[in-house]
T-cell receptor, first 112, second 113 residues
Framework: EPEVTQTPSHQVTQMGQEVILRCVPI?????FYWYRQILGQKVEFLVS????????KSEIFDDQFSVERPDGSNFTLKIRSTKLEDSAMYFC??????????FGPGTRLLVL | GENVEQHPSTLSVQEGDSAVIKCTYS??????FPWYKQELGKRPQLIID?????GEKKDQRIAVTLNKTAKHFSLHITETQPEDSAVYFC????????????FGTGTRLAVRP
């Protein structure tokens, strides 16, 4: 069964550094999402992406965040200047159209 | 925007007993309600979902009920097993293409052998 994949699984960075989190959605899916989960808390929506454009973004998704689909398979989340509070698990998800979203295994980001 | 409340935050049951987790939502336009199971350090896995034109859905030991008038939906797990131990999240969405999921705060279920 196809799955969403994410790299790296873990990322440690210094405050102020840029990080890029990578995702490969399921191949026939058209809608892509990023969510984050701070340790012990609920999953929070960051951004959705369709047809090479952001569909919706949350208040969390400020100017420090950007998303891109650089080629036909990858979907990336960039954080330009990381802050301590960006430490979280970041999940990519994809869906074929509406409804069922399939989540990747996540990237655990630690900002020191 | 949508707000999803989930109760209880923790639930401990004896193996073989039933477990019930309840969620309420605020946006009357929401019409898609999935439940995800998340084991420690793993991705959220969809276990069952329900749409607003259906009041109940069952899949083996798992069932979900929806009361759209009251804006609440529940997950029922019967004959619980130790492998059911995990964190369960409810979520709500307007169900249109690309719509975000708004998650509840999670329920940590422990099934005692």
């Amino acid at each position: 069964e196809p799955e969403v994949t994410q790299t790296p699984s873990h990322q440690v960075t210094q405050m102020g550094q840029e990080v890029i989190l990578r995702c490969v959605p399921i191949s026939n899916h058209l809608y892509f999402y990023w969510y984050r989960q701070i340790l012990g808390q609920k999953v929070e929506f960051l951004v959705s992406f369709y047809n090479n454009e952001i569909s919706e973004k949350s208040e969390i998704f400020d100017d420090q965040f950007s998303v891109e689909r650089p080629d036909g398979s990858n979907f990336t989340l960039k954080i330009r200047s990381t802050k301590l509070e960006d430490s979280a698990m970041y999940f990519c998800a994809s869906s074929e159209r509406w409804e069922t979203q399939y989540f990747g295994p996540g990237t655990r980001l630690l900002v020191l | 925007g949508e707000n999803v409340e989930q109760h209880p935050s923790t639930l401990s049951v004896q193996e073989g007993d039933s477990a019930v987790i309840k969620c309420t939502y605020s946006d009357s336009a929401s019409n898609y309600f999935p439940w995800y199971k998340q084991e420690l350090g793993k991705r959220p896995q969809l276990i069952i979902d329900i749409r607003s034109n259906v009041g109940e859905k069952k899949d083996q030991r798992i069932a979900v009920t929806l009361n759209k008038t009251a804006k609440h939906f529940s997950l029922h797990i019967t004959e619980t097993q130790p492998e059911d131990s995990a964190v369960y999240f409810c979520a709500a969405s307007r169900g249109s293409s690309g719509d975000k999921l708004t998650f509840g705060t999670g329920t940590r279920l422990a099934v005692r052998p």
